[in-house]
């Protein structure tokens, strides 16, 4: 009773001892993942696939229309294309490896890639926020990522995180509304189809050149099961 300022004292350590301790005291669930690749020898790759992709798109002047806003977008079937064999081969092993940290069955079902489609978005293009219905994974692999032609981003997958955001002294993990990658040729990117993203605008004067993709999963059927 009579030692206020030492009770005070007392609590304000504890706090900072409780603080201090914090990150051993929490768990964290559901995290979102995007995995990276650096490509091998991506230069010899690229020279293969750009000029094919400039091919179809001479082919096919306006492309579909999608999430693109002023880029052009490629039928989506390039995956099928023997120019495409060698990056097929390397989708298929990066895919596996995700498959594998994730500990999916594939005894049970398999993986293949469903649809593969090249963008080509000039000055100003962009891509508008989206996911890939259907789908289990989706990615991109960057072919030509001048300087300022816009990065992919990602928007939190937890809606109701939105519903009252606090004032923070900095962003970290759990508070970034959206995570941002820069584009560097050679790279490929993979992550959960579901995840929202999109393409900033490119305020380059030189073209940025993807390829995105589709993952899908089939049943293997097993011969015991009836
Ligand atoms: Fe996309």
Redesign the pocket.
């Known amino acids: 009773m009579n030692f206020p300022a030492k009770d005070n004292l007392i609590r304000f350590t504890k706090t900072l001892d409780r603080l201090k301790n914090m990150s051993e005291n929490r768990n964290d669930w559901f995290p979102t993942s995007v995995w990276h690749f650096a490509i091998d020898n991506h230069q010899q790759l690229n020279a293969e696939l750009l000029p094919e992709i400039i091919a179809e798109q001479q082919r096919d002047l306006i492309g579909e229309k999608w ?1 693109n806003v002023l880029g052009w977008h490629s039928r989506s079937d390039l995956h099928e294309k023997n120019y495409c064999s060698n990056l097929v081969q390397i989708i298929d092993r990066n895919v596996l490896e995700v498959a594998n940290f994730l500990r999916w069955d594939l005894q049970q079902f398999s993986l293949d890639i469903t649809t593969c489609w090249a963008i080509v978005n000039g000055k100003f293009a962009s ?1 508008s926020v ?3 219905p259907n789908s289990i994974l ?1 990615g ?1 692999y960057y072919l030509k990522a001048p300087e300022n032609c816009g990065g992919i981003y990602f928007s939190d997958p937890r809606p109701a995180s939105q519903m009252l955001i606090p004032p923070v002294t900095e962003f970290n993990l759990w508070t970034f509304p959206k995570v941002s990658y820069k584009p560097h040729e050679g790279t490929m990117l993979l992550f959960p189809s579901w995840l929202l ?1 999109g393409v900033e605008m490119n305020m380059s004067e030189k073209v940025r050149i993807s390829l ?1 993709f589709n993952i899908g999963m089939s049943p293997i059927k097993n011969k015991k099961s009836r």
């Open positions: 999430s891509n989206h996911n890939h989706s991109v993203h995105s």
